[in-house]
């Protein structure tokens, strides 16, 4: 299957911030369930057979924590790998016959007192393919951060997972990791041929850093783009529509093949070409800049800029220690000083 309809589906986040226990958390994330499932079928009539890909916006089911803490909102906005929530949100792939994609908040038995912010890739048969975990962010655990730990229980291959399936390669970059271009180009040699783009970002009729980005890194890598921004957050203080519009697929050129407008919508569907891609990247010409790059030119930079360790949620002994929310900033003020001794800012 080479060529088939992506869709990246504009939808309202419905927040559980506030409510009231978390039973109440646990009905609103299955009631979005619910609508998501409505959502897609109807999409899917609407479309037609050939849809096979559905990529969902950021943090869909709970919205994102507002200065709770590490183990409040692991309890409150967090779900289990092998939870109910990824049980039914398999239905919604094996009932539409697609590969369903999106981004959550998971818990790890491996870091019980930690959580990761999740991206998942589930087959048309229900079955989670993939689990991306976030490796650069500013609020929230990363493997990073407990890195030797992590890479003990998961090995190198879980860094940046690619999925083998019928429609091509595909990966998952989370939210503003769009804007390291390491993050794509590491997916792209690993084989990725369709980034899924789990996103929930700001709203505005202007060129956004992240929309820059997105054309930026389909074009350096020749790779497609399915992008899924949300159609605004309910429930939490924030005007709803501050994240909202923009979700869009991007071909392997750089080009705009569909894009929406605020609200939720399923206009950014377009055809993928996967051979057609394929057929790109193999012939050489001035063009391919994806064959004409020089990773080992680079090696000695980025093994000398390394300013933020790894395992900055390890103690000596190798023990998780689970931060409070001064943590994340604290952590971004040291590298800031560190190039500033460099002479680097």
């Not at 595909?170 to 390291?180: D, W």
Request: net charge negative.
């Amino acid at each position: 299957m080479t060529a088939y309809t992506a869709l990246a589906l504009q939808i309202t986040c419905q927040a559980v911030n506030k409510c009231r226990d978390l039973a109440e958390a646990r009905q609103q994330i299955f009631s979005s369930i619910e609508t998501i499932a409505r959502q897609v079928a109807a999409s899917k009539a609407f479309i037609g057979r050939e849809l096979k890909l559905v990529v969902l916006p950021e943090y869909f089911l709970t919205s994102y924590p507002q200065g709770e803490s590490i183990e409040h909102w692991r309890q409150r906005g967090c779900i289990d790998p092998d939870g109910k929530e990824y049980e039914a949100l398999g239905r919604i792939a094996s009932d539409n016959d697609i590969y369903l994609s999106g981004n959550v908040y998971e818990t790890d038995p491996h870091f019980p007192t930690l959580y990761f912010q999740t991206s998942f890739l589930l087959g048309d048969t229900g079955n989670v393919l993939i689990r991306y975990r976030r490796l650069v962010s500013m609020f929230a655990p990363t493997p990073y951060d407990v890195f030797d730990r992590y890479l003990d229980a998961y090995g190198e291959d879980s860094l940046f997972p690619v999925a083998d399936t019928p429609l091509g390669r595909l990966g998952m970059v989370a939210s503003e990791e769009i804007l390291f271009p390491e993050i794509t180009r590491a997916f792209a040699l690993k084989g990725a041929e369709v980034i899924c783009h789990s996103s929930s970002e700001v709203a505005s009729p202007m060129l956004t850093p992240k929309n820059a980005a997105k054309v930026a890194r389909a074009a350096e890598n020749h790779i497609y783009v399915v992008s899924a921004n949300s159609a605004g957050i309910k429930g939490i203080d924030l005007p709803n529509q501050s994240v909202d519009r923009g979700s869009k697929i991007i071909d392997y050129c750089g080009r705009a093949l569909a894009e929406a407008a605020s609200g939720e919508s399923i206009v950014a569907n377009a055809e993928l070409n996967v051979e057609s891609l394929r057929n790109y990247r193999r012939r050489p010409g001035l063009f391919n800049v994806f064959t004409r790059q020089r990773p080992a030119m680079f090696e000695p930079v980025y093994r000398n800029a390394e300013f933020q360790r790894p395992n900055g949620m390890l103690d000596e002994d190798g023990q998780v220690v689970t931060p409070d929310r001064t943590y994340f900033l604290n952590a971004q003020h040291r590298v800031i000083e560190k190039l500033a001794d460099k002479g680097i800012i």
